[in-house]
């Protein structure tokens, strides 16, 4: 909550910015905070603006995931070989994983719908506040339009990056952490230089239960930047509205 006597009647708040960078609320579809905790628990929650949940979501599924080896279940569930992923298959971390999964979909499809009532509240305020930037000796941040593609883009080359860009410097760091972890294991630079330089690829090498994760992840680096991007520059142009009709009235 603001400290200056001009927003201490504000009940609610849209943005905050500090050394960490920024992080706000927007208005989002339910559904596909819903469809991207489905894809991977946690991504939901990071779209949104909730971290802490995010990452401990995240960290819990990869783990039990691993335990339970369903990403292999799943592999082989598609190639036809019923009987190699039950197999694989462990029920007994099999279902931590199901309720864990079952629980970031219900819930990032609440914080949405429970989000998008703090926006209408919100914006209903007679006074509003906002933040332009924020300096101290760790880090400078601020408040400034940017461009979609090449946050997209950013996040395409190394997931995370894009979010960075966009000034989400915790998410970045959330999601470049795992992105890290998941190509080491897998080994997907190693195989990217092999196919680039022409030379054979055993798929013995492949470590599909981490390789799996990394279609997720990426897909949901470049998709949540371009649209962090594009909810910044709404709030840029939000900020500058308001401050325009107060100064006018």
Same mark, same amino acid.
């Given at each position: 909550?603001?400290?200056?006597?001009?927003?201490?009647?504000?009940?609610?708040?849209?943005m905050?910015?500090?050394?960490?960078?920024?992080?706000?609320?927007?208005?989002?579809?339910?559904?596909?905070?819903? !469809?991207?905790?489905?894809?991977?628990?946690?991504?939901?929650?990071?779209?949104?603006g909730?971290?802490?949940?995010?990452?401990?979501?995240?960290?819990g599924?990869?783990?039990?995931?691993?335990?339970?080896?369903?990403?292999?279940?799943?592999?082989?569930?598609?190639?036809?070989?019923?009987?190699?992923?039950?197999?694989?298959?462990n029920?007994?971390?099999?279902?931590?994983?199901?309720?864990? !999964?079952?629980?970031?979909?219900?819930?990032?499809?609440?914080?949405?719908?429970?989000?998008?009532?703090l926006?209408?509240?919100?914006?209903?305020?007679?006074?509003?506040?906002?933040?332009?930037?924020?300096?101290?000796?760790?880090?400078?941040?601020?408040?400034?339009?940017?461009?979609?593609?090449?946050?997209?883009?950013f996040?395409?080359?190394?997931?995370?990056?894009?979010?960075?860009?966009? +000034?989400?410097?915790?998410?970045?760091?959330?999601?470049?952490?795992?992105?890290?972890?998941? #190509?080491?294991?897998?080994?997907?630079?190693?195989?990217?230089?092999?196919?680039?330089?022409?030379?054979?690829?055993?798929?013995?090498?492949?470590? !599909?239960?981490?390789?799996?994760?990394?279609? +997720?992840?990426?897909g949901?680096?470049?998709?949540? +930047?371009?649209?962090?991007?594009?909810?910044? #520059?709404?709030?840029?142009?939000?900020?500058?509205?308001?401050?325009? +009709?107060?100064?006018?009235?």
């Amino acid at each position: 909550m603001p400290k200056t006597k001009e927003y201490t009647d504000i009940r609610y708040i849209k943005m905050h910015m500090d050394a960490l960078g920024i992080n706000y609320i927007h208005r989002s579809q339910p559904w596909t905070a819903a !469809w991207w905790s489905a894809a991977l628990p946690g991504f939901g929650h990071l779209y949104l603006g909730c971290y802490l949940k995010g990452l401990v979501l995240i960290t819990g599924e990869i783990f039990i995931n691993i335990k339970a080896r369903i990403n292999l279940a799943i592999l082989y569930t598609f190639i036809g070989n019923f009987e190699k992923a039950n197999h694989v298959f462990n029920d007994r971390w099999g279902l931590f994983y199901a309720a864990i !999964w079952v629980f970031s979909i219900y819930d990032a499809y609440t914080l949405a719908v429970k989000t998008n009532q703090l926006c209408e509240l919100e914006e209903a305020q007679k006074t509003r506040y906002f933040t332009r930037s924020r300096v101290c000796p760790i880090g400078i941040s601020f408040l400034a339009q940017r461009n979609p593609v090449l946050a997209a883009f950013f996040s395409f080359v190394l997931g995370g990056m894009g979010q960075i860009y966009n +000034s989400q410097y915790v998410k970045g760091f959330i999601l470049i952490f795992w992105v890290f972890i998941i #190509n080491y294991y897998s080994q997907f630079n190693h195989l990217l230089v092999k196919t680039l330089t022409g030379k054979e690829i055993f798929l013995q090498q492949v470590d !599909w239960q981490w390789l799996l994760f990394y279609p +997720s992840i990426i897909g949901f680096c470049i998709w949540d +930047s371009y649209v962090g991007a594009v909810e910044i #520059n709404r709030l840029f142009i939000e900020e500058q509205r308001y401050e325009i +009709s107060k100064n006018i009235s």
